[in-house]
T-cell receptor, first 113, second 111 residues
């Protein structure tokens, strides 16, 4: 089944404790991205990747890192999480970029205390 | 004008009704337009792309008006299962290309 998976789905952590949210897609998609969704603000792009080893900042990259060592994986790293990073995070992939259908993962609900 | 603006709703309609949503965008250079559907706190899913000539998919019709910079979504014969939040999405070109999501319009279809 074609899908985007994210882990963990739910996470409660404390300020400053490094964490990684994994994202994997099995559709051989070139383009992957991370979004956060907050009430009243909608979905905002954090980082995106056009291909392996090619990543770039989106609208709200501060406090996040990403890597794209393999085509299928695009982990999101929070080196020192803070409470303002409490949010619902979605990973997405598409075949060739922004003009294509974006396939979203199920989301990761993160709470930073 | 905000980059992508939608009426948040909710739009409360009975089953079988026709309902229309509009979305305005600010960047005239935008090239790709979409409607996504999001059920409560689940992942967004593509409902339909929006083409310059307008397009239809079953009960759903999307229109693009470049001159006035808005797109619309018309849902005919509403079903209970249409209850969701509808996100207007625009490909923004400004230094780098990215997708800008509207905050969504909530639709509630009642029996």
């Amino acid at each position: 089944e074609a899908q985007v998976t994210q882990n963990p789905r739910y996470l409660i952590t404390v300020t400053g404790k490094k964490l990684t949210v994994t994202c994997s897609q099995n559709m051989n998609h070139e383009y992957m991205s991370w979004y956060r969704q907050d009430p009243g603000l909608g979905l905002r792009q954090i980082y995106y990747s056009m291909n392996v080893e090619v990543t770039d900042k989106g609208d709200v990259p501060e406090g996040y890192k990403v890597s794209r060592k393999e085509k299928r994986n695009f982990p999101l790293i929070l080196e020192s999480p803070s409470p303002n990073q409490t949010s619902l995070y979605f990973c997405a992939s598409s075949r060739a970029g922004l003009a294509d259908t974006q396939y979203f993962g199920p989301g990761t609900r993160l709470t930073v205390l | 004008r905000k980059e992508v603006e939608q009426d948040p709703g909710p739009f409360n309609v009975p089953e079988g009704a026709t309902v229309a949503f509009n979305c305005t965008y600010s960047n005239s250079a935008s090239q790709s337009f979409f409607w996504y559907r999001q059920d409560c706190r689940k992942e967004p899913k593509l409902l339909m792309s929006v083409y310059s000539s307008g397009n239809e998919d079953g009960r759903f019709t999307a229109q693009l008006n470049r001159a006035s910079q808005y797109i619309s979504l018309l849902i005919r014969d509403s079903k209970l299962s249409d209850s969701a939040t509808y996100l207007c999405v625009v490909n923004r070109i400004s230094g780098y290309s990215t997708l800008t999501f509207g905050k969504g319009t909530m639709l509630l279809v009642s029996p």
